[in-house]
């Protein structure tokens, strides 16, 4: 008898077995980080993409398998016992695409996973059991829903295959890029965006190159440091007919030589077509490291965000998705509890949205960021709406949180939004020194601010709610939103 044949039915194999077999049967464990299945094995693990916990399914090993690696990947072959959470995905490129890793599972099964995600690293990065933790509540649009055309934004790859072009998102599952025009996740009026510059590229006599390409052509010709090649389409259309769209190139040595890259007669040919073709109020812009050329206006663009309409350029960051977010804003203005002549603090403030929104509920609000480029769209949105009470101030979190200090500055108010990495206890101390003493911390990266909530802890705050915000449905991502209160003296 072999291995396999003598071991309990009950004992998980090995990674040896996995290997030599190819193909097997397997119930699925749990779930893994990023939603997969995932498998106990001996002496390691097993993700299995598109499978469901407790479900019974047969896959086969994917091609590729890095020798020694402890965890090793499978796709599923066949659902032999589906788990009573699992559903129609409801789009035809599922199983191939893994732009939404979570189509397959019920709304309710997909919002306690992300409820659960949040719970455990807030155990594990910051130090505070689940039995003592505040219950996860989840923000996202009501009615619940699959999350299907919520998403307005996307960032498209290039490729050139012969005398055709591939456009949109690159996957382990497939060989080719996964078209864009026509996801369920994203809004109407970005699929239509997509559209025009997929057609953009037929009939094209010359096409531009990609990035890989451009990179064999400068390794291979003398003196030739840098190729003109796209490595990527960003797309914002956050109204019908409105938004922008920049071809990112192979990065520039110099001016120059970016003003030679648009110059190049198939970009500069399918740059001109494509620009004829978008709306009439869909910008496009040409980009290459901290290079830009506008070849088409607008330049800026307005993103419904609450009672306001923001304006944005192609430098700010803003949320892929409008709804999730509005919902997140206004549970951030509820768990902050503002009243008249208070003070509030926006670190990470981006374009100013949270910081506007609050203006008129406190005395005066102050928003704090590194991006230069986004404290003057910020400027830029409290004039247009007319809010006196609101200042931006450009800064490292550490540095311009000191200045404020030094300048006597106090608050009682605070948000922190970092993006995907922790702030730090330097910068955090700076909170009690401002006196702050209510915070919501909103965490797009959930074990990168459960880091931050355990420093803010030794230093004397105390987490009394805790949500999942659900910005992205359908995917494994959410973001983790705490709210803190300062207690007298530290642990």
Request: proline share 5%.
């Amino acid at each position: 008898m072999n291995q396999a044949a003598d071991r309990s039915a009950s004992e998980p194999p090995s990674r040896d077995e996995v290997r030599e077999r190819g193909e097997l049967e397997v119930r699925i464990d749990d779930f893994g980080f990023t939603g997969e299945g995932y498998v106990r094995l001996e002496d390691g693990w097993l993700s299995v993409p598109g499978a469901l916990p407790g479900e019974r399914v047969k896959v086969r090993l994917q091609e590729g398998q890095r020798e020694g690696a402890r965890r090793l990947y499978a796709d599923v072959v066949e659902v032999l016992e589906p788990s009573p959470e699992r559903r129609d995905p409801l789009c035809e490129r599922d199983a191939i695409c893994r732009g939404c890793q979570l189509r397959h599972i019920s709304v309710d099964g997909e919002l306690r996973f992300k409820a659960r995600g949040i719970s455990e690293v807030v155990e594990k990065f910051a130090g505070l059991n689940q039995d003592e933790q505040p219950e996860v509540e989840i923000l996202t649009p009501q009615p619940t829903a699959r999350g299907d055309a919520f998403r307005y934004r996307t960032s498209l790859s290039y490729r050139r295959v012969g005398d055709r072009v591939e456009l949109g998102l690159y996957s382990p599952a497939s060989e080719g890029l996964i078209t864009m025009s026509s996801c369920p996740a994203l809004t109407v009026q970005t699929q239509r965006v997509v559209a025009v510059i997929e057609r953009s590229f037929e009939g094209q006599s010359a096409l531009p190159w990609d990035a890989e390409m451009a990179r064999e052509v400068a390794a291979q010709v003398e003196g030739f440091e840098v190729a003109p090649g796209v490595e990527q389409i960003r797309v914002a259309v956050p109204n019908h007919g409105v938004g922008l769209v920049e071809v990112r190139l192979t990065e520039a040595r110099d001016e120059a030589q970016f003003e030679g890259f648009c110059a190049s007669a198939p970009l500069a040919g399918w740059l001109g077509r494509l620009a004829e073709a978008l709306p009439t109020q869909v910008g496009l812009a040409v980009g290459s490291g901290a290079f830009r050329r506008q070849f088409k206006e607008p330049h800026r663009v307005r993103i419904p965000i609450g009672r306001l309409q923001m304006e944005v350029g192609y430098d700010d960051w803003i949320h892929a998705t409008l709804a999730p977010a509005e919902v997140l804003y206004e549970a951030v203005g509820q768990w902050l509890e503002p009243a008249r002549g208070e003070r509030f603090l926006d670190v990470g403030c981006g374009i100013g949205s949270i910081a506007l929104l609050m203006a008129p509920r406190v005395g005066e609000a102050v928003g704090l960021d590194q991006n230069q480029a986004s404290i003057e769209s910020a400027e830029i949105n409290a004039v247009g709406h007319g809010i006196a009470n609101a200042r931006f101030v450009a800064g490292g979190w550490e540095t311009g949180l000191r200045r404020l200090a030094a300048a006597g500055e106090r608050f009682e108010l605070a948000t922190i939004n970092p993006m995907r990495e922790p702030l730090g206890r330097r910068a955090l101390a700076y909170l009690n020194m401002l006196g702050v003493e209510r915070l919501v911390y909103l965490g797009p990266s959930p074990a990168a601010a459960a880091r931050d909530l355990g420093a803010l802890r030794e230093m004397g705050w105390d987490i009394d709610r805790l949500a999942a915000a659900n910005l992205h449905p359908a995917t494994y991502h959410s973001m983790l939103v705490a709210r803190l209160r300062r207690v007298v003296g530290e642990r």
